[in-house]
T-cell receptor
Framework: GQQLNQSPQSMFIQEGEDVSMNCTSS?????WLWYKQDPGEGPVLLIA?????ELTSNGRLTAQFGITRKDSFLNISASIPSDVGIYFC????????????FGSGTRLSIRP | DGGITQSPKYLFRKEGQNVTLSCEQN?????MYWYRQDPGQGLRLIYY???????QKGDIAEGYSVSREKKESFPLTVTSAQKNPTAFYLC????????????FGQGTRLTVV
């Protein structure tokens, strides 16, 4: 089936640093979604992107829908301890409109 | 409050038994989904349903069954045929159509003992 390649798999940062992660696909998507998951909880939607080239912000988070429709990135500025968790990208395309494909996740940790 | 409710939060099952996980939503969403998550892994699609009385297999449907008799409810049965059922199960729903996002429940952690 379709796959999303999400990187990096994990990252350790200092509080206050900026963070960047991305997702790529071999096929085109109509929608890109970014979620954050805390341990033992369901993922929570952070940002939704619907148009190629779209750049959307949500507080310290910024995400972009790649112009080729095959990639997306998420940036977090000035990280804080509550940013720790697993971030997932997800994509959806028109050939199977209701099927949402998830990346393998980026685990974000903050160095003490 | 509107949302998606999964129950129970934790579930223990003996080997060889079927077990049903509940997922209810009061968001009036058309589409509902079940995903499986293993430790340190991403989300893998088990089954999804676009409308009542219709559902489709996802990537790992073997050993699972679902029903969609009501718009609000999409229960997942983990059957004895599922060889490795211990996992975190997540239910999601979305309004339907192309430009809509999915919202998740809190998950059910199933452990086979």
């Amino acid at each position: 089936g379709q796959q999303l390649n999400q990187s990096p798999q994990s990252m350790f940062i200092q509080e206050g640093e900026d963070v960047s992660m991305n997702c790529t696909s071999s096929s085109i998507f109509n929608t890109w979604l970014w979620y954050k998951q805390d341990p033992g909880e369901g993922p929570v939607l952070l940002i939704a992107l619907y148009k190629a080239g779209e750049l959307t912000s949500n507080g310290r988070l910024t995400a972009q829908f790649g112009i080729t429709r095959k990639d997306s990135f998420l940036n977090i500025s000035a990280s804080i301890p509550s940013d720790v968790g697993i971030y997932f990208c997800a994509g959806q395309n028109g050939s199977s409109a209701s099927k949402i494909i998830f990346g393998s996740g980026t685990r974000l940790s903050i160095r003490p | 409050d509107g949302g998606i409710t999964q129950s129970p939060k934790y579930l223990f099952r003996k080997e060889g038994q079927n077990v049903t996980l509940s997922c209810e939503q009061n968001l009036n969403h058309d589409a509902m989904y079940w995903y499986r998550q293993d430790p340190g892994q991403g989300l893998r699609l088990i089954y999804y349903s676009q409308i009542v009385n219709d559902f489709q297999k996802g990537d790992i449907a073997e050993g699972y069954s679902v029903s969609r008799e009501k718009k609000e409810s999409f229960p997942l049965t983990v059957t004895s045929a599922q060889k490795n059922p211990t996992a975190f199960y997540l239910c999601a729903s979305r309004r339907g159509g192309l430009d809509t996002e999915a919202f998740f429940g809190q998950g059910t952690r199933l452990t086979v003992v």
